[in-house]
């Protein structure tokens, strides 16, 4: 029995010499190198932000099977699409469209209620700091993505979506799956379908399609020029296919495209990130006093705000380096891995997209290790 144990532990012991790299050479594209090497990620693009402006970009590996990966290349980014969409909602609350405390029966053609807690009201505020007590019923959302059907935008509108899924005489209503046991706005549960539902009382109080208004309100003005909701909008080939197990999978989507389905790259998502600086600049999307609403500690016991995160390091097991200031976000979908971090008070930022989804595997050692290096160069 000790021999048997001895082995087993011989062969562990080897299997993490294979699959870990532990070099730390000072330079920290090389740093970043050898460690995905050691991985089975296909591409991965990162931007350190200093000072409210790119330090430094590190590329690696390929976009696709015949493209490498550039500063520009596009990376589908999952849920750090979120931040977006709150910043969207929050343009509105600003301009006076909508009010945060609004009922969201307000803008809906149905009525919507947790039906636990039938005489409780909903509100825009509990979708953005996810206490909405609107379920994800992964039984429905998995089967709605696009990837077994060769890929592309999901041919159900937001709308379609939002009644079948909401609405109790839709299709994929169900009292216990879509709804939690929690009365609204007292208890943190993320909701992907939430953000969906976001995405539609914004073109119900606009008038226009959800990825058109927010290219016009939020892109354009700080030079975000090649970032897309939707694949049929998008004017260059020069974007990342996620990949699992080794394989390719199609560019894909769904339709609560707004909780994550954003396509864009790390040169333009650091103007995102910037835009929310604390210093006076001509970028702003948000004023001042509006940025300070959303980033105010709502629910999760304090780290969570409207959109935004402040355990984010937490989420990857970095809770040392979280010194309280750093928002944030990550996203994680098949095939996908994303992370930003942004400190107002330095200026300092990180933004990480991956074409490959983090798995419980040795191998993702290396990229835990490549994280943590990149937050500490970046001095969150």
Known sequence: MLSILLAIIVVGTAVVFVKVDFSNPSNLEEFVTNKLEKTSVKGVSIAIIKDNKIDQTIQYGYANENMKVNDETLFQIASLSKVVTATTVLKLHEEKFIDLDDDVNK??????KNPHFPNETITIRMLLDHTSSIKDNWD???ELYTIESGGG??????????????DKNGK????ETNFTENKPGETFEYSNVGYGLLGFIVEKATNMPFDKYVKETIFKPIGMKN????HQNIETDNIASPYEYGKELPHYSFPTYPDGSLKTNVIEFSKFLTSMSIEETDDKILQPETIEEMLKPHSNE??????????????????????GNIIGHTGSDPGIFSIALYNREKG??????MNKQMELEIETIN???MIKRLVETADL
Do not use: H, R
Request: hydrophobic residues 40%; negative net charge; without cysteine.
């Open 348 to 353: 300092n930022g990180l933004v990480i997209f």
């Open 172 to 175: 994929w209503y169900s009292k």
């Open 227 to 230: 970032t897309e909701w939707k």
């Open 153 to 166: 935008d999901s041919n159900i509108t937001l709308e379609q979506f939002v009644k079948e899924y909401l």
């Open 140 to 142: 429905v959302l998995d």
């Open 367 to 369: 990229i835990y290790s």
């Open 302 to 323: 304090g780290k969570q705000a409207l959109g935004w995160s402040y355990s984010t390091l937490e989420d990857v097991f970095m809770k040392k380096l979280n010194n």
């Open 107 to 112: 803008y809906l053609p149905f009525q919507l």
